[in-house]
């Protein structure tokens, strides 16, 4: 970020940081710091004025849910009884943490997770390299192809995964008998394997071209005339693609695979369309809301909740700490 | 190491327009062949085709005795040094370096690369530098890195693309040397590419100069200076640039803006019926009469000019003439100027005189050459019309001849140099120098 | 690069023909079931035996059993969602000027709150929300998903509008003022055209994600008075209790996807470069 801030149409006149230089002529404090100038403090009152209210909002809509979440999973409580309301600490995260139904879902939540990505991945590279490879006619037709499964409300992409293979209105049956184990009768929502293989499949043609625009971006970051000197230097097209541009967009790749993995940790809406849960494919998000929405039991989902946002904390900081992704610097803040 | 040789290279876009159209040039075995041309002339182009980064629309590359029109980059065992050096940033100096011998699966052992990679970090100076990451490298450490990345392995031959021009003047100077030394010493084919014809003179054994895709003269530096082939080629070599002017044939007398001037004999033969030609005087071969000796005075033209402006640059003085050119003339010297990426300002005379020269902004000078060394050119094809074929073909074997005794001398004192294993580059440099 | 040999171009049109295959089958595919019969279903073909509109009868005409229920979510998805990526856009404007254009403490701190909060789970809080709009009465009503879309629009926005704003050359503003506009026409005349296409791909980005909300839309609302479109899929039934809903909710799928793919074809450029500016950038 520039340090020189030239004047706004607000008024505020021409650049300075805070320790505005000795130019400026403002006078050094006690402890030799230079003082903010009346100039800097009118800059910094408009900067909050300006996105105070975006940081109000944010804050409001989701600080505050949360910390009432976290308040209210301490109660007893249950909408359909009321007056049974009462504090019993963390008595709900011990219903929830021992309870098997949870653990289930946790597996099931983080395994859709591990696949996705890892499909997504591969996938969203590959029509990454089209797009960056294309001639400029096609590259036009290819993004605009791949941002219509971007564009799509979940909701529809997996009523339309839900049709093609449901045993009552389904075709993948009779296209792909010819595969060992698919036959007519094949019912794919009666399993828990084969619900889950749709639901990654709706999963992951919904969200996969996100995942390449970023890698992409990334891919668009590296120098061509790497790659030339590395083709020169005598790499074969894998050493290149392996030795010079993917260790150069790992920053790229890193900050889409956590994104990818904490979106797809929250995944719900497959889920609840295709099988709501049947056959144990309930996820965590589904697990939260039947709870609290459904059964309206609000201590307890409430708790898990905050254990499902504690588990994305958790996510995010093994990205940060042990992968060392770099989001702000990723996302351009300096 | 070995020759390469291209016959009638085109290379053709998908629009049809030829950036290339049919070069054919012999490079030597261990010749330093310079490729040089104003911007768009295709001499990248070229580079890139003799690389493999470009496909070659028709024609023949060899390398050695192998056709190599359709091998991969890879399998043409080149190396090269890019503009912009592209040194793999998450790589550091000694993983770059390396990076074409690890490429080799199972060819080097680690002690190998070790051992190939210090040698040629000691080549460089980049000893220290080995652990470090390009981000954090100056512009000419970079520079020395790409190098190195270039003479780790036996390339068959070295390739250079402006690899200079990212470096500040004083630099350059430095690293042009540089260079130079080291292809001596290690006595490879080199071709390297540059607009820059202050490059091209010092380092090359040969120049190629090229014109919109096509070559317009291959030859030794100072043939080049001495004997271009036309216009073209007399204005881009040297600097500051030849001088043109219309001069118009009267009999026996060669009528110049400034000065009448007799014809010597051959000249008249040559000319055969034109009427009007081009007349291109170097800045340098013009001097202030006041300061000469008489005998010396006679020997050449003497004429008078109102000098517009003087630039006074210590070792030398440079004086500004304005002339009206001759509308005939003008329209191929604005095609020329143009094609020499120049701005088409004025028409002027520039003179380089000694510093000692007393010609003043706005002075009336004496000034004095030698008709001698003019050169006359066609006006509608820009043919040298003064071209001696046999003088160039002197220099150019004389050039030729202290080419294979520089190599030889340089190699047989890095031989030397090997057998007191002693190869640190500050030794080569004192020797060389 | 040179022209492409016959062979890559067999390549490369073997490999758009399967990207379009991949983006677009699903799609094709829905589209399919919306013209079958409610008989034609479980052929286990994939075109319609008889092609039908009666599929889109029952979700538009006005005799039609699910037209109340689909024209109501409809017209709550495009109000709620207009709504909040207004509001949003607004909000981040002012705020990626500040962030862009202005030194002040704290710039990098509602940064990293946009970010913080563009990958909270949003089911986190859902529950708290649904409790409290059910005592302060914005349960089932408009107000009550707007503000919940706030907290998936408002994030992107920034970070997207924050990205563009950057790359303007905001010194052009003080040469049209040395050229003699003033203050406001200088910000009009050079500022206003170089930031109004990050803008509108910003809208155009929330409007998606807000369009795309399940969460909210189903836990926040009983009743058509607000239940967005994707919600009311999921409660669609068939003209009787016993009647498959199929056909009415592949047809109704396929209408409120047009206008995605309207919009995708239209604005394909702007939306990838506010995706990636706002994400990757280095």
Redesign the interface.
């Known amino acids: ?1 520039s ?1 020189e ?5 607000s ?2 006149a021409s650049r ?3 320790g505005a230089g000795p130019d400026r002529g403002a006078p050094a404090g006690p402890g030799g710091r230079p003082r903010r100038s009346d100039r ?1 403090r009118a ?9 105070g ?3 109000v ?3 409001a ?2 600080a505050y ?2 910390l ?2 976290v308040y ?1 999973s301490l109660f007893r409580n249950r909408l359909t009884a009321p007056d049974d309301r009462a504090f019993i600490g963390l008595g709900n995260y011990g219903v929830i943490l021992g309870d098997p139904v949870f653990w289930k879902s946790l597996g099931v939540t983080t395994g859709i997770m591990l696949v996705t990505v890892a499909v997504e991945l591969v996938l969203g590279f590959a ?1 990454a390299l ?1 797009m960056h490879k ?2 400029t006619q ?1 590259r ?18 997996a ?3 839900f ?2 293979f449901s ?5 993948v ?3 792909f008998d010819w595969v060992p184990g698919i036959s ?1 009768d094949l019912n794919w929502f009666a399993g828990t394997w084969t619900s889950l293989f749709v639901i990654i499949a ?1 999963e992951v ?1 919904k969200t996969t ?2 995942i390449s ?2 890698l ?3 891919l668009a ?1 590296v ?1 061509s ?2 790659e ?9 097209w894998w ?1 290149r693609m392996k ?2 541009v993917l ?2 967009m ?3 790749i890193m ?2 695979v956590l ?1 990818r993995a ?1 979106d797809a ?2 995944i ?2 497959n889920v ?2 295709m099988t709501n849960g049947a056959n144990d494919t309930t996820v ?2 589904l697990l ?2 039947r709870t ?2 459904g059964r309206l039991e ?1 201590g307890l ?2 708790a898990i ?2 254990l ?2 504690v ?2 904390l958790i996510i ?1 900081f093994i990205a940060i700490k042990i992968f060392k992704v770099d ?7 300096k | 190491m070995a020759s390469i040789t291209l016959t009638d290279i085109v290379k053709q876009y998908g629009d049809g327009y030829p950036a290339v159209n049919g070069v054919s040039l012999d490079i030597k075995d261990g010749e330093f062949v310079i490729l040089v041309g104003p911007s768009g002339c295709g001499k990248s182009t070229l580079l890139r085709m003799i ?3 470009e496909d070659i629309t028709s024609g023949e590359l060899k390398i050695g005795d192998e056709v190599v029109n359709d091998r ?3 399998d043409r ?4 040094v ?3 050096y ?1 040194l ?4 550091t100096v000694f993983e770059n370096i390396a ?2 011998l690890r ?2 699966k199972g060819r080097y052992t680690e002690e190998q690369i070790k051992d190939n990679v210090e040698f040629a970090a000691d080549t460089l100076e980049l000893r220290e530098h080995l652990d470090r990451k390009p981000a954090n490298l100056s512009g000419g450490q970079r520079q020395r890195v790409a190098m190195g ?1 270039a003479i780790v ?1 036996d390339a068959q031959a070295f ?1 250079f693309d402006e690899p200079l021009s990212n470096l500040d003047a004083k630099l350059r100077g430095q690293m042009r040397t540089e260079i130079a030394r080291m292809q001596r010493r290690l006595g490879t084919t080199t071709v390297y590419v540059t607009h820059d014809q202050t490059e091209a003179m010092t380092l090359g054994d040969r120049v190629a100069v090229l014109r919109k895709g096509e070559l317009q003269q291959v030859a030794s530096p100072r043939a080049l200076y001495e004997q271009p082939v036309n216009l073209f080629v007399a204005g881009f070599i040297g600097s500051p640039p030849m001088n043109f002017m219309p001069g118009e044939v009267h009999g026996d007398t060669l009528r110049l803006p400034f000065a009448d001037l007799p014809m010597p004999d051959g000249l008249r033969e040559r000319l055969g019926g034109r009427e009007l030609v081009i007349v291109g005087l170097r800045p340098e071969h013009v001097e202030d009469a006041r300061v000469l000796d008489d005998h010396k005075r006679a020997a050449g033209t003497t004429f008078e000019a109102d000098v517009d402006v003087v630039e006074w640059l210590g070792s030398e003085l440079y004086a500004y003439i304005p002339f009206e050119t001759h509308a005939d003339v003008a329209a191929k010297l604005e095609e020329l100027d143009r094609d020499l990426d120049g701005e088409g300002m004025r028409t002027q005379v520039i003179v380089s005189l000694g510093s000692e020269s007393r010609v003043r902004d706005g002075s009336r000078a004496t000034l004095w050459f030698d008709p001698r060394r003019l050169l006359v050119f066609d006006p509608e094809s820009g043919e040298n019309l003064t071209y001696d074929e046999e003088a160039a073909r002197r220099i150019d074997s004389e050039t030729e001849e202290d080419r294979r005794a520089a190599l030889e001398r340089a190699q047989r004192d890095t031989a030397r140099a090997g057998e007191r294993e002693s190869v640190s580059a500050g030794d080569a440099r004192h020797r060389a120098g | ?1 040179g022209a ?1 040999t016959a062979k890559q171009k067999w390549a ?1 049109a073997a ?2 023909v399967a ?2 295959v ?3 089958f ?2 094709i ?2 589209m399919a ?1 919306s013209f ?1 019969l409610p008989s034609d ?2 052929t ?3 075109l319609p035996t008889t092609w039908t509109l009666t599929n889109y009868e029952q979700i538009l005409a006005p005799d039609g059993s699910a037209q109340e229920l689909f024209l109501s979510s409809l017209r709550n998805s495009v109000g709620i969602s207009l709504i909040a990526t207004a509001i949003s856009v607004v ?2 404007t ?2 990626a ?3 862009a ?17 563009s ?14 709009w059910r005592s302060i009465g914005l349960y089932d009503t408009w107000p009550g998903l707007v ?2 879309y ?2 998936l629009t ?2 992107i926005s ?2 997207t509008l ?2 563009f704003f ?1 790359q303007i050359p ?2 052009l ?2 040469a049209a003022q040395v050229d003699g506009a003033t ?2 026409q ?2 009009r005349k050079a ?1 206003v055209p170089l930031a109004a296409p990050g803008v509108f791909t910003t809208a155009l980005i929330a409007f ?1 994600i807000a ?2 909300d ?2 909210y839309g ?2 926040l609302t009983s009743t058509e008075a607000a239940r967005p ?2 919600a009311a ?2 409660f669609f039934s068939g003209a009787s209790q016993f009647e ?1 809903p ?1 056909g009415a ?2 047809a109704a ?1 396929v209408v ?2 047009i206008p ?2 309207v ?3 239209l604005f ?2 702007q ?2 470069s506010g ?8």
Request: proline share 6%; charged share 10%.
């Open positions: 970020m340090t801030i030239t004047g706004a149409t008024g505020v300075s940081t805070t800097a800059e910094a009152r408009l900067g909050w004025l300006l996105a209210p975006a940081f909002v944010m804050l809509v989701t849910p949360i009432q979440a209210e029509l089209i294309a001639v096609l036009g037709l290819l993004r605009t192809a791949i941002l219509v499964p971007y564009g799509i409300i979940t909701v529809v992409s009523f339309a995964w049709y093609a045993i009552d209105s389904g075709y049956n009779q296209w007519p709706s043609w071209p996100f625009l970023l992409l971006a990334g970051q120098p005339d790497l030339e000197a590395a083709q020169v230097d005598g790499a074969t050493q030795r010079v260790p150069n790992k920053a790229a900050v889409a994104f904490l940790f929250r719900f809406d609840f369309i965590l998000s939260a809301y609290s929405i609000i989902g409430s909740s905050v499902l946002f588990c994305v995010c989001l702000a610097g990723a996302r351009g803040e | 690389v493999g980064l991969a980059p890879r065992h080149l190396a090269m890019f503009q912009n592209a793999y940033p998450h790589l990076f074409p490429l080799q990345r392995r390739l | 690069m492409l490369w490999l758009t990207v379009l991949y983006a677009l699903p799609v595919s829905i079931t079958k279903l479980n286990g073909k994939f909000l981040s002012l705020a000027y500040a962030i254009r202005l030194d002040f403490p704290g710039r990098k701190l509602v940064l990293t709150t946009a970010l913080a909060v990958i909270f789970p949003v089911i986190s809080i859902v529950t708290p929300l649904f409790n409290l503000i919940p706030l907290s408002l994030p920034i970070w924050t990205a950057r905001w010194e503003e003080q203050t406001w200088a910000f500022i998606f369009w795309n399940f969460v189903i836990s479109v994707p899929l999921a498959d199929t909710i592949s799928a409120v996807t995605v793919v919009l995708v074809l394909q450029r939306i990838v995706l990636t500016q706002g994400a990757v950038k280095g």
